[in-house]
């Protein structure tokens, strides 16, 4: 099921909606050229998330969800999304999983115990039905015309060949709209926050950006796009080590041991068990990273600065942050 749609997760199918992105990024800097006329503090943990929600609702239904319009979450709903993702992970072991959450039962015995989780999902999923219902009373798009990742969604069939019920596009609007926006404001901070604390790491990425327009030649408006910044060796470093020391997914996906066992070193673990592995445990792995594991230190990923051409080669194989999210999605490229 995942591959039917691992297309629109693909590197052309993402860089053909950047100018979508950059036109809620130009909202963004707006803003903030305005806070900073007014000497107005910018929480950037907070409108990172307001960005990326904003980004992902233009991407899957043309449409923004105002956060950065309103400078706030509207209707609390990163809040209740938190909410909904703690009791999914937790109930996600159990057999029937989230129907837990939506059953009617739910609804009038949680309150009694003081507990919201029955209220976490109705917001999205209230949202998200209207719009897809809406989409499908005005049927397919026309030639020629933009689509967006709810447009595929609709397209899709099931195994049989038929097109997808509501219950079957659902949980593909949920994915993006839900999973994608979180790790991905998570993925934003992991590489802000410590560029910002480290002066040092500041100066250097911003004198390789400036030199990059520079030699670009830009004119008034003009952008810098993907794939300038994507050969730009200290922010790739950046963004790496960022995602390194804090993995958007921290929580283990469980996997099944083949029949018959498996050895790892000199551990054996018999076919009847169920595998997984940590992301931060892996990240930090002194023997893959290094004896500064624990530690930001972008000049890790520079060869001849920081590690030596093996050296990197063994850290991107074994870097779990992309790992991890090519064993949810699929393999884009």
Not at 29 to 40: Q, S, T, V
Request: one cysteine or more; a neutral charge.
């Amino acid at each position: 099921m995942r591959k039917r749609v691992s297309h629109l997760y693909s590197m052309s199918s993402i860089m053909g909606a950047q100018e979508k992105i950059q036109a809620v990024l130009d909202n963004l800097w707006e803003k903030f050229d305005r806070f900073a006329k007014e000497g107005k503090e910018i929480n950037l943990s907070k409108w990172a998330f307001y960005f990326t929600y904003d980004v992902v609702g233009t991407i899957t239904w043309s449409e923004p969800l105002g956060m950065i319009r309103e400078e706030k979450d509207v209707g609390n709903y990163i809040r209740l999304m938190h909410e909904a993702f703690y009791w999914i992970c937790n109930l996600g072991y159990l057999p029937g999983g989230s129907a837990w959450i939506l059953h009617p039962l739910t609804a009038r015995v949680a309150p009694i115990f003081g507990s919201s989780m029955h209220l976490s999902a109705t917001p999205f999923q209230r949202e998200t039905i209207q719009k897809v219902m809406t989409r499908m009373k005005a049927g397919p798009v026309k030639d020629g015309q933009a689509k967006d990742m709810l447009d595929h969604f609709l397209a899709l069939k099931d195994q049989e060949g038929k097109p997808l019920t509501l219950s079957g596009i659902m949980p593909e609007v949920g994915n993006p709209m839900a999973a994608g926006a979180d790790t991905t404001s998570i993925g934003i901070r992991a590489v802000l926050a410590p560029v910002l604390r480290s002066e040092k790491h500041y100066k250097r990425l911003q004198d390789e950006i400036d030199q990059a327009r520079k030699h670009a030649s830009l004119g008034d408006g003009e952008v810098l796009r993907f794939d300038v910044l994507s050969a730009l060796p200290f922010l790739s470093a950046c963004i790496k080590e960022g995602g390194r020391i804090h993995s958007s997914i921290v929580y283990n996906l469980p996997r099944y041991v083949p029949k018959g066992g498996v050895t790892f070193d000199q551990y054996f673990i018999p076919g009847t068990a169920t595998l997984s592995y940590s992301p931060l445990a892996q990240n930090r792995c002194k023997a893959i990273f290094g004896e500064d594991a624990d530690h930001w230190r972008p000049e890790r990923w520079m060869q001849g600065e920081g590690s030596s051409e093996e050296e990197l080669r063994d850290m991107n194989k074994y870097l779990a942050t992309v790992r991890l999210f090519y064993q949810i999605c699929g393999d884009p490229f």
